[in-house]
């Protein structure tokens, strides 16, 4: 079970979590412009690496807000996490 | 049902060729659909000047890791034409392979545990017989005539409130569907390649001309990708992104017991899906963990909580042991349905995003993207699984047929 440290409330189990997919996805900025092949593009197509990886989480059963994570899904290793507000550490988006 | 003897581990099944340095075609990944798409690519179109690659061992990956259930009662139209007439090959390929991998139509029952489940199975029923699927409405009382050793009494949790049923669907065993596909593509002149790790493509402007392998490159007209887990990792080297995520999806078996359980059970609501292997193994998957992974295990409390579905369902199961988890790593499409066809990179050709599910449908995607590999042109069945679906918004939504129960 993956320890996830909440930037609120410090490490909890994973199963405290609910996962949200790839962070840093921001709404485009003037959707009335985009084509279809832009739509398509935000709304079906996230990053999937082998590797380091920026996801949101929210701490369901704690403070039930959510959170940037930096895990790595080759090994699992949590990296870092964040708040929403930060940028990602390390760069890269 | 009576035990049946297990085939023979065949002895020399395949040659062990050197890669050559250019074929008409070459597939990455030797799973259950890489093999059949080079089995039918030799049978149905007599192009045998292939090779299929494969990182490890020939069905190392999901191939030889899923629980094996084949089912065709799917809910559009597009799907149930693909999953039946992977259901109709299936029940002609022992003979046709000369290979009996145990292909075993004993059923499967889809249970409902809410209103919305039942009317949800009523639904797919009737869409099944529209379609020529064969599909039955069962009550509780029904089911338990099915599978006597579920508990269909209202005062479990999650009580059983009817099922839809498909008499010919069932099991096979997986690693003997991979290796009987093996043998007859290898002897209509296939180069099967174990232990050669795509890295790479070759590229002459724009258009896909080979790949780049640890083993050299080699040259190919078309290149068809089956590497299902890895298939957006490999396409993103080509230059194209999928719409795809890789989750880990796990399961387990019991140690052997006698037959005590006569058909297939699959329950969406409460995440199990429970069959009998023919050696007398309670085999049972799980849902996929929730976080996208690639390190071909599972969580340990996605298990735990299949468990406690698992004995409130079969009360004789409590106190079976189990004998081993393991986990396999599925490319999950916004759908749950595959995509089968072209890429925007000429000569690049994709068959991914079975998510949990793609078992069952292996010699149709292997019949369907043989056809397409061998034409440049997708076949009637996959024409509707084109990756362009996802900028035209004519998706395939099978969440309820298929994710995540098999
Ligand atoms: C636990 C579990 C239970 C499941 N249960 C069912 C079920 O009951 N019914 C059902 O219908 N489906 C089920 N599935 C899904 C099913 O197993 C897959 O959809 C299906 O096997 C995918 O096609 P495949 O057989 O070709 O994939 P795989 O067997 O995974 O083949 C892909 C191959 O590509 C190789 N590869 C990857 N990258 C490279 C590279 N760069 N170079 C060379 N080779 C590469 C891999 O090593 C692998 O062997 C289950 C899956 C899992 C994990
Ligand atoms: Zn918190």
């Keep these: 079970m993956l320890l996830i440290t909440c930037p609120w409330c410090g490490p909890r189990d994973e199963t405290e979590y609910h996962y949200g997919g790839q962070a840093h996805v921001p709404h485009p900025e003037t959707p009335a412009d985009l084509t279809d092949e832009q739509w398509a593009a935000y709304v079906f197509y996230r990053d999937n690496p082998k590797g380091p990886f920026a996801e949101r989480w929210m ?13 790595d899904t080759a090994t699992y290793e949590v990296l870092t996490t964040y708040r929403l507000d930060e940028p990602r550490p390390g760069g890269n988006r | 049902m009576t035990p049946r003897p297990l085939p023979e581990h ?25 093999l059949a798409t ?3 690519l030799a049978e149905n179109h007599g192009i045998s000047n292939v090779a299929v690659l494969e990182k490890g061992w020939l069905a190392g990956g999901n191939m030889a890791r899923n ?15 693909i999953y039946e007439h992977a259901l109709k090959l299936w029940e002609r390929l022992p003979e046709e392979l000369d290979y009996d991998f145990l292909f075993s139509q004993r059923g499967v029952l889809n249970l ?49 409130l009817g099922g839809t049923f498909q008499p010919r669907a069932g099991i096979a065993k997986h690693d003997h569907v991979a290796w009987a596909l093996a043998r007859r593509a290898d002897e209509l002149g296939v180069d099967l390649i174990q232990g050669c790790e795509v ?26 990708l089956a590497a299902a887990g890895h298939s957006s990792v490999l396409a993103e080297r080509a230059g194209v992104r999928l719409p795809v995520q890789s989750h880990p999806l796990q399961a387990l078996v019991s140690e052997l017991h006698e037959p005590v359980h006569p058909t297939v059970v699959m329950s969406n ?20 963990d929730s976080y996208n992974g690639y390190g071909q295990r599972g969580s340990f409390h996605v298990i735990e909580r299949q468990m406690a579905a698992a004995v409130e369902l079969f009360p004789v199961f409590a106190r079976a042991h ?69 900028t035209t918004g004519a998706l395939i939504d099978e969440h309820g047929a298929a994710a995540v129960a098999h």
Excluded at chain 2, 24 to 32: E, L, N, R, T, W
Excluded at chain 2, 200 to 221: C, Q
Excluded at chain 2, 339 to 355: M, S
Aim: charged share 20%; proline share 7%; net charge neutral.
């Design chain 1, 59 to 71: 701490h369901g059963t704690g403070c039930r807000r959510w959170f940037n994570v930096l895990r």
């Design chain 2, 10 to 34: 065949p002895d020399f099944l395949w040659r062990d060729p050197e890669p050559r340095s250019s074929y008409d075609v070459v597939i990455v990944g030797a799973g259950g659909h890489g």
């Design chain 2, 38 to 40: 080079a089995y039918y």
């Design chain 2, 67 to 81: 629980t094996t259930i084949i089912r065709s009662n799917y809910l559009r139209d597009e799907s149930a034409a």
């Design chain 2, 112 to 160: 409902a545990h809410t209103p919305q489940d039942v009317r949800e199975g009523m639904r797919r029923v009737n869409a099944n017989r529209l379609n020529g699927v064969d599909a039955e409405w069962l009550t509780p009382d029904q089911v338990a005539e099915v599978c006597p050793i579920l508990n269909v009494s209202p005062c479990t949790r999650y009580p059983v």
């Design chain 2, 199 to 224: 890295t790479g493509f070759l590229k002459d402007g724009d258009r896909v001309v080979g790949v780049e392998t640890d083993r050299g490159r080699i040259h190919a007209g078309r290149v068809g």
């Design chain 2, 269 to 288: 609501h409460v995440h199990v899906y429970v069959s009998q292997a023919h050696k007398g193994e309670l085999v049972m998957g799980a849902g996929v």
């Design chain 2, 322 to 390: 189990v004998l081993r988890t393991w986990g396999g790593i599925v490319d999950v499409t916004p759908d749950a349905s595959p995509i089968i066809g072209r890429t925007p990179v000429e000569g690049l050709y994709v068959n991914c995003g079975w998510g949990t599910g793609g078992f069952k449908a292996t010699p149709a995607a292997g019949w369907t993207f043989a056809h397409t590999l061998a034409t440049g042109e997708p076949h009637p069945l996959n024409a509707p699984f084109a990756l362009e679906r996802f």
